[in-house]
């Protein structure tokens, strides 16, 4: 006879693009009974782990178990989002309410893929949920490329925020000019923290409004860095940052834009096309472009000692290596054009180029996810996990979902709307009896595993310690927290 479960083996239920689930994985499927505790994990404890495991918890009896391969939790929250913008890491206060359920458990210091399998963790939990966002970066694929004096934003990024592989980057902050490839948000964080005058950073530090690193304010303090270009491929339409980094940009104390209004010549008719946030922002660029600015803002801008400038349709070529070839100073930009209307406007070059001199070039133009698992399908063209509504493609009781379902783009509350519906359709499954039913261990099998291999979880009780002991350190020197850097600072704080 059929095992129970295939009765429910429904099409109407099952999205159609996935392929009948492995009988060895399904022998056991039924309905839960109210009694019994569905065990789910959830891999990553950025905004997606988090908001995939507060909707879980809804579940009245659901356990959740959240694996982070850093010692400490919450992702680009704490290494990405920057550290002048305080209010956006308020996020912190929901995830630790729902690191505080007593159905809901973090176990930091665990790299799925190396320390434990995906496998392991589905044999182990009913459902697994992969939400390790995107922690590569795009490379330019340009030669100069490995030049010194050429970083990934995402490695500034991490270095300014205490990211523990990126501590000791140390850039050269000693030349006059920057160049930022990529025209997103990410830039203008890079571009705003390279610029802030020092009487902006220590004001924040005096109203504790920033967590940045003791390490990267030392060297900012020593920047040399006067003006930054940030470069696209594309025009003013098709930039990628929002209006509320822009203005916060334009608003810098101690700098002034630059902005050439040939870039911005018959504007004005298309953006009546445009959909309303882009026709704002585009609005804002086209103002700060061509409009002469009031008396105060014009003498605010002269008095300026640094500036910074969006320059329009230029691709990267090729980094220009310094006379003795050992380090980056310039960078060299195809000039381009558009091709195509709308959303497939393409820059194609028109054969002309341009050499612009800089000594530190930062490449922004995305994140990138990898696969952590030979068994988990990933497509490496999108940089995503192939899912249907974050169930994973041909891998029943797998789901994902943030940055690695559906690409490095988008905030915070699009994390959470769409962690939300990943968790929506899995309680979907669960109710419908589609995931294997009977006990399963949970971390007790894993925590087995982590043992037997030499792995030793964090768990978030010592993450609390972590906090308190950041927390007490930042008091010195006026901030929220002064981050432990240094992974063995952490491992000593808690006695491992
Ligand atoms: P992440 O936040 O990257 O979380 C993924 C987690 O998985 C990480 O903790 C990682 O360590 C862990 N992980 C990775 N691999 C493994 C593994 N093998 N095993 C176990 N754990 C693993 N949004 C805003 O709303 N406001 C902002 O101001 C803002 N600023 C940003 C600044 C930067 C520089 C960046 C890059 C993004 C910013 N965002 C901002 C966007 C926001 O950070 C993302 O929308 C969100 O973090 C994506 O969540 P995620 O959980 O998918 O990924």
Known sequence: ????????????????????????????????????????????????????????????????????????????????????????????????????????????????????????????????????????????????????????????????????????????????TAVILGQGNVALDVARILLSPLEHLEDLLLCQKTDITEAALRELRRSRVKTVWIVGRRGPLQVAFTIKELREMIQLPGTRPVLDPADFLGLQDRIKEVPRPRKRLTELLLRTATEKPGAEEAARQASAPRAWGLRFFRSPQQVLPSPDGQRAAGIRLAVTRLEGVGETTRAVPTGDVEDLPCGLVLSSVGYKSRSIDPSVPFDPKLGVIPNLEGRVVDVPGLYCSGWVKRGPTGVIATTMTDSFLTSQELLKDLQAGLLPAGPRPGFAAIQALLSSRGVRPVSFSDWEKVDAEEVSRGQGSGKPREKLVNPRDVVRLLGH
């Not at 400490?72 to 990405?80: A, C, D, E, Q, S």
């Not at 007593?102 to 930091?108: D, L, S, T």
């Not at 490695?155 to 523990?164: D, K, Q, R, S």
């Open 1 to 176: 006879m059929a095992p129970r479960c295939w009765r429910w083996w429904n099409w109407a239920v099952w999205p159609r693009t996935l392929s009948p689930p492995a009988r060895s994985t399904w022998s056991s499927c039924r309905h839960f009974s109210a009694q019994e505790t569905p065990q789910i994990c959830v891999v990553g404890s950025g905004p997606a782990g988090f908001y995939t495991a507060q909707h879980l918890l809804k579940h009245p009896q659901a356990h959740v178990d959240i694996y982070e391969k850093q010692l400490v939790p919450f992702g680009l929250v704490r290494f990405g989002v920057a550290p002048d913008h305080p209010e956006v890491k308020n996020v912190i206060n929901t995830f630790t309410q729902t690191a505080h359920s007593e159905r809901c458990a973090f176990w930091g210091n665990v790299v799925v893929g190396r320390d434990v399998t995906v496998p392991e963790l589905r044999e182990a939990y009913h459902a697994v949920v992969l939400s390790y966002g995107a922690e590569d970066h795009r490379a330019l694929g340009i030669p100069g490329e490995e030049l010194p004096g050429v970083y990934s934003a995402r490695a500034f990024v991490g270095w300014y925020n205490g990211l523990p592989e990126n501590r000791e980057l140390a850039p050269d902050l000693s030349c006059d």
